[in-house]
Structure formats: structure tokens, C-alpha cells
């Protein structure tokens, strides 16, 4: 037997069912009964294709293949079980489907790896519940071990311990999720959520580095004053100041030929009325790029612009806080794997950079870790309309079963 994209495509829509709502779009927040459900049908899969079956402290459904030699550190792979509020049905699920695709087919071949092959469905990638993402993925990695558990806590005032106790989950042994650190590597499948495969016409991405984030929030002071009795040239307009600079932001972006994206994603104004002019405005500015070097050129330049725009419209610009996370490359080792199974089977690929952070990032840090790519169609994602092509999934599942199987002989 091989990979089955009728067996594939069941699964999913068993799969997609957890959650989907009228409008076509999927809600399925960690811990949540639709969450659960969909843990239970995963589990007698994996059970059904010869695994051993776990859900650790914090929640991440884990199904372990054995090997002909289990005491081997065990191989990784899958992604994370949560979505978005109404999003699309392909983020997340599509890594753990195609994996287990990838098991259930050598069940079926009865073909055993050297080393055990282990599946794991995170929970709470998306940072729904707690503004705080890729919460199982660096549980798994011991990266909470530090945290007290109570200080995550949803919008409705709920604890994290809560909602672990409400999951008949001991969180007591949480320190106990961290065995992944154990794992010899990890490899994530997931779509692009953008558009670059889609354009080129590539089946198969293979990610070299999920890029680096920095965040900046500024405040810009200007002069609050009645909207009709001050006259033009003696105003201090805080927004205007702000547009000047965000179309500075936006404009050497577009000019830099991809190789950074810059953001302005929230703007808020004061007083806010229309009748005033806009004494202050804070707003955020988020750099994204895989060289961490051109981010901090970037934010040089950003500043730079301060001093223009303060001049010539007779305001202050503070900044007030600053983000990093620093890129993380993939394995090059992990890479050339990928690629040498993706050219055994004759199948295309494209390197390119992941412009979205996954579980991968997080794994990232303590494991060789590796990324493919199914292409998006138009680059949507977390939306209802998200969608990928059949014909490249199978693809992509025919690329990580090459992979895995070459990681877990050896």
C-alpha cells in the first residue's frame, strides 16, 4: 500500500467536522467540547493504526508508532488540533492528517521504522484563549516550567488550571508535558498561509527559517485644539504626523523586493472626536523579516523618520515598548532530507521562508526541526474561504512519508 488520498481526504473531513460551522468556517478553541470530540476520533484512529495513545498534562494528543528499536529517540511530527475563531478548516489539521496518512499506510504495509514515529496534535497554537500562542508546543518543550500557570487566564477571568481540571487533566504533573525534549527531531506540514507557492506553481514548500518578529509601540504628541478655530499653520496634528510615517513604513517595504514586511496594525487616537484635533496617537509597528540584521536596519530607519516628522509637524514621537523574536532557520540537515525525498519521487519544491509563526518555531529551539509547505490558494488563511488543492496535499504527504521514513531508519 501507499499513500491514500481517498483514505487522506475521509480523515480531514472527519476531521473538519469538529467545529464546522453554517457559514463554512471552523471554530474549534482549545479545550472547548468541539476540541475534545475531535481529540476522541483522532485517538481511535491512531489506536486503529497500531499506536499508543496519550494526552499529556497540558492537553497535546500524542500517538506513538514503535519502532524495532524503542529505546531510539523517537521521531516527530504533526501540528496543532485549534483554529481561529471561523477559520479555515486546512491550518493546523492538515499536518496531522497527513501524518497519520503517513502511519496508517505503513500499518498497512506493515512496515516497522528503527525508531518509534511519534504524531502529536498541540493544543492552543493560535493563542485564542490566553493572547499567548504555541502554549503546547512549548509545554512540550519544558518552556512553562517557569510560569506560573495561573497567570494565563481568558477574557471571561477563567485560569488555564481551570479549564486543565475541567479536562480531567492533572495539572499538577504539568512539568511532566516536557518529553519532547527527549525527541531526535521534528517536522511540521502546513500551509503556507501565503501566496508565494501559489504564484510559482509549486506543490511542495520547504521552509528555511520561520522569519523574526519585531514589535514597536510609539506614542506621538501633538497639540489638542478646537478643530475649527485653529488655523492650519499652527497646528500640531498627532495623526497626520502618524499617516506621514506610516506611508514612509508601508513604501520601503513595497521597495525592498520581499525581503521584510512592515505593519502598522493598530492605530489608537486622542480624544477621538471630530471636532478636535488629534492631540496623541499610539500605534504599533511590527517588522517581520528572516534576517534578523535587516529588522534592526529597518527599525534604524523607522527612528531615523522620527526626527523628520517631528520637525515638520511640531510633535514628539516616544517609543514606549519593544518586542523581539529572533528568526529561526530550519535545520539544514532536516532540509537536505526533505529535498532528497522530494527528488526521489520526481516532485518540485521551492525554498522559501515561513512569514507566520508555527509550533515549528518553538520546537525549533530545542531539536533539529523542519517545515513543508502546501500552497494556499490566493495566500488565504484564517478564514473560511482557506483553501488548498488536493493534488498538492498528496504531493506534500508523499514528500513527509519519504522524509519520516528515511529519519526513522536511521
Known amino acids: 500500500m501507499s499513500i491514500s488520498l481517498a483514505k487522506l481526504e475521509l480523515l480531514f473531513t472527519k476531521l473538519a467536522a469538529f467545529g464546522k460551522n453554517n457559514e463554512g468556517g471552523l471554530t474549534r478553541i482549545s479545550y472547548s467540547s468541539e476540541f475534545l470530540a475531535a481529540q476522541t476520533m483522532l485517538s481511535e484512529f491512531m489506536t ?159 521552509v528555511s527559517a520561520i522569519v523574526g518578529i519585531k514589535r514597536l509601540t510609539i506614542t506621538i504628541c501633538g497639540k489638542a485644539n478646537h478643530a475649527g478655530s485653529t488655523a492650519m499653520h499652527r497646528r500640531q496634528d498627532a495623526l497626520v504626523a502618524a499617516s506621514s510615517l506610516i506611508s514612509q513604513i508601508y513604501e520601503d517595504a513595497l521597495a525592498s523586493g520581499g525581503s521584510y514586511v512592515a505593519t502598522v496594525g493598530k492605530l489608537d487616537v486622542f480624544p477621538n472626536a471630530e471636532n478636535v484635533i488629534p492631540g496623541k496617537v499610539q500605534m504599533t509597528i511590527e517588522i517581520r523579516s528572516a534576517d534578523m540584521a535587516t529588522v534592526e536596519a529597518v527599525k534604524e530607519k523607522i527612528m531615523r523618520k522620527y526626527t523628520q516628522v517631528s520637525t515638520q509637524y511640531k510633535v514628539t514621537i516616544e517609543t514606549i515598548a519593544e518586542n523581539n523574536l529572533a528568526p529561526m532557520p530550519m535545520d539544514e540537515e532536516l532540509i537536505k532530507v526533505i529535498a532528497a525525498a522530494s527528488e526521489g519521487l520526481g516532485i518540485e519544491y521551492q525554498i522559501l521562508p515561513s512569514w507566520a509563526g508555527h509550533d515549528a518555531m518553538i520546537i525549533g529551539r530545542h531539536m533539529p526541526t523542519a517545515m513543508i509547505f502546501v500552497p494556499s490558494i490566493n495566500g488565504i488563511s484564517h478564514s473560511p474561504l482557506e483553501l488548498s488543492e488536493w493534488p498538492a496535499i498528496e504531493k506534500a504527504t508523499q514528500v513527509l512519508d519519504g522524509a519520516l521514513k528515511i529519519l526513522a531508519s536511521k
Open 48 to 206: 486503529n493504526i497500531g499506536m499508543k495513545v496519550d494526552i499529556d498534562a497540558i492537553g497535546n494528543l500524542i500517538g506513538t508508532y514503535p519502532g524495532r528499536d524503542n529505546s531510539l529517540p523517537p521521531v516527530c511530527c504533526g501540528s496543532h488540533l485549534d483554529s481561529v475563531p471561523n477559520g479555515g478548516m486546512f491550518d493546523g489539521a492538515l499536518g496531522i492528517v497527513t501524518a497519520l496518512e503517513c502511519i496508517r499506510s505503513w500499518h498497512e504495509e506493515n512496515w516497522q521504522p528503527l525508531r518509534p514515529v511519534k504524531v502529536i496534535a498541540f493544543v492552543e497554537e493560535e493563542g485564542t484563549l490566553f493572547g499567548s500562542g504555541c502554549l503546547g508546543s512549548r509545554a512540550m518543550t519544558g518552556e512553562l516550567q517557569c510560569i506560573e500557570l495561573t497567570d494565563f487566564k481568558t477574557s471571561d477571568g477563567h485560569t488555564l488550571p481551570e479549564l486543565l481540571t475541567n479536562c480531567n487533566l492533572d495539572f499538577a504533573s504539568f512539568n511532566e508535558a516536557s518529553a519532547l525534549k527527549k525527541s531526535a527531531s521534528f517536522i511540521e506540514l502546513h500551509i503556507e498561509q501565503g501566496a508565494t507557492l501559489d504564484e510559482s506553481g509549486h506543490s511542495v514548500g520547504i
